[in-house]
């Protein structure tokens, strides 16, 4: 779909909330050419004398004020009286004009921030539907811009550009009228100059698009440094890389000053070429205006209302001229929105997709093959069955793929080959929100919020009682060091759970788990980040947590998947070797030899 059917489409349901302010825009823009009108009268009263006759001239201007303003203002008489009355008149049409115009802005931002809203609730729900996939190969700082500035540039599209837009139509709408009534020639002659201000931009335009696209493409890389920097501000500082840092944050800032300044030298010319067309066009006016007022086609009074007319007019006809390069930046950023809009989520659940009626018997992987690229294989030909109950190890070096194979599992990702089904169901045939809903997943990186230490453990059950949630601390060994702290649970852990040391934040995580009570458990490097007494202190939680559940454990630390069911080795994507601890120690192969140069190098060095 092209980008302004798209832009319509969230306007759309705010459209009667855009459609009385555009009403009063229109009383607005008539109101105010009225008040230019009003000179007219004003101008007569001034210089007419009580009981002269007045110069006059048959037009729709005059026939109209005969019939309203004459009959109220009497010019034949004291001619202060009837310049006080015309004041009151303009001061109230003053009054009511500007009421209508708290109504049109106080309508329309209405309206923008409905939008502005709509917009950025449907991205982020959209966000949270993608895969992880799509994650991995964008910037955080990019999508951060998405829901932040560029949303924000398209709210000042639509209450800014698109007001002044509509408002100028209908402001030029109101003084060509009454400059018609007043007199067509004249108003011909002010037209000479009006195309060539509303072409003037034509050229610019497109330029434009290219400059704002790379301006806005520019402030994605610096959210997205600074992000990266402050997510990395203990390496940055314990690599003494702070110059470094410094240096490409200033290189990405001088860029985005070099390109903003660039579009801003076109949208700039903006100003004094309409000036310099306006005041042209004023001057056509004076000359010819004067040979009409000197004819006896006009009157002087209304020469003088056409003029502050005509001045009125140029407002507007450069606003319509500018907007579409003021535009650019509002479009290139809905163009950029709409590209995250536009991609597609590869994990959905099939039409046919059906519910999961619980996990009885085992978890099969069969001559599973993965590949995150075309042509590059992270698995190939894994299989393996997990019966009910039981709990399977993953070891091997690093890239071996032993995180991939619990992920597809939970459908973070989808197999590019094979099948892996739970009781003998494709768990592509399951609704993904169900099969998610037997996993529970530790890992080596906790992910807690900036919210309380109850929260972060009720996150997968908000409903869960406070005996619930402290139940589930104990079970984790986390209550004892919640207790200590100053609000208990209602203590905030900070952004990431900073707050907390690492092996705190992961006993919370186990807590949450344990509350969830899901059948299938995953610990993806759970302690290997940690010291050897909190270690004790997760193992012994991680103990309570697998009894009757069934359990994936990827582990570098050896130490921890000796008791497990059954071990998997894997190497370049392969299963190399399969059995428990002691048979595969006898076997003397890759396991072994994993062992043993893990506890040699825990042993002890002593000296002869």
Wanted: net charge negative.
């Amino acid at each position: 779909m092209s980008l302004y059917p798209r832009l319509v489409g969230f306007v759309r349901p705010h459209s009667t909330t855009i459609l009385v302010a555009v009403a009063a825009a229109a009383i607005y823009a008539v109101l105010d050419a009225t008040t230019y009108v009003l000179l007219i009268p004003f101008v007569d009263a001034l210089f007419v004398s009580g009981g002269a006759p007045l110069a006059s001239s048959d037009n729709g201007v005059q026939r109209l004020l005969d019939a309203t303003v004459y009959t109220w203002v009497d010019l034949t008489g004291d001619p202060l009286v009837a310049i006080g009355r015309i004041i009151v008149l303009i001061l109230s049409v003053f009054l009511v004009k500007n009421l209508f115009a708290f109504a049109r802005v106080y309508l329309l931002a209405r309206a923008e921030q409905g939008v502005n809203r709509d917009l950025r609730d449907e991205v982020y729900d959209h966000l949270l539907d993608l895969d992880l996939a799509f994650f991995g190969r964008t910037r955080t700082g990019q999508i951060v811009s998405r829901l932040t500035t560029e949303i924000e540039q398209f709210r000042m599209l639509v209450t800014r550009e698109v007001s002044r837009l509509v408002s100028a139509v209908f402001e030029f709408l109101g003084a060509l009228a009454f400059m018609l009534l007043i007199s067509w020639k004249l108003t011909l002659a002010a037209f000479v100059v009006i195309p060539v201000a509303m072409g003037i931009w034509g050229p610019l335009v497109n330029v434009l698009r290219r400059r704002d696209r790379r301006v806005l493409q520019l402030g994605g890389e610096v959210n997205a440094h600074i992000v990266e920097t402050l997510a990395g501000v203990r390496l940055v500082k314990s690599s003494s890389a702070e110059g470094r840092e410094r240096a490409r944050f200033h290189g990405l800032t001088a860029d985005y000053f070099r390109q903003f300044m660039r579009a801003e030298v076109a949208r700039s010319m903006a100003a004094p070429m309409t000036e310099m067309l306006a005041a042209a066009g004023t001057g056509v006016i004076l000359w010819y205006g004067a040979r009409l007022v000197v004819g006896a086609d006009i009157t002087g009074a209304q020469f003088v209302g056409f003029l502050g007319l005509s001045l009125k007019l140029y407002a507007p006809v450069k606003n319509v001229a500018k907007f579409p390069a003021m535009a650019q930046p509002g479009l290139v950023a809905a163009e950029r929105v709409f590209e995250f809009l536009d991609a597609k989520a590869e994990i959905t659940d099939r039409p046919d997709a059906g519910p999961v009626e619980g996990f009885d018997r085992d978890i099969v992987y069969d001559r599973v093959t993965f590949a995150y690229r075309d042509g590059e294989p992270v698995l190939e030909d894994v299989s393996f069955t997990v019966p009910r109950g039981s709990v399977v190890a993953l070891v091997g070096p690093s890239g071996a793929g032993k995180s991939t194979v619990v992920d597809l599992l939970s459908r973070f990702f989808d197999v590019t080959d094979g099948s892996v089904s739970i009781d003998g169901r494709d768990v592509r045939d399951l609704r993904v929100t169900e099969l998610r809903s037997l996993m529970g997943i530790v890992s080596q990186e906790t992910v807690l919020f900036h919210d309380s230490v109850r929260a972060n453990i009720a996150y997968g059950r908000p409903d869960a009682s406070v005996e619930q949630v402290e139940a589930a601390a104990r079970a984790a060994n986390a209550h004892e060091f919640v207790e200590r702290m100053e609000d208990g649970y209602d203590t905030l852990v900070g952004e990431r759970g900073v707050e907390l040391s690492g092996g705190q934040r992961q006993r919370i995580a186990i807590a949450r788990a344990i509350l969830r009570d899901p059948p299938i458990l995953v610990f993806d490097e759970a302690t290997s980040a940690l010291d050897t007494e909190s270690e004790r202190l997760i193992q012994d939680a991680i103990e309570r947590l697998l009894e009757g559940r069934t359990v994936f454990v990827v582990a570098h630390r050896l130490s921890t998947v000796q008791r497990a069911d059954q071990i998997l080795v894997l190497e370049g994507g392969r299963i190399v070797e399969q059995g428990d601890h002691q048979t595969l120690l006898a076997q003397s192969g890759r396991y072994k030899r994993l062992h043993d140069l893990q506890f040699e190098a825990a042993a002890p060095i002593t000296q002869t």
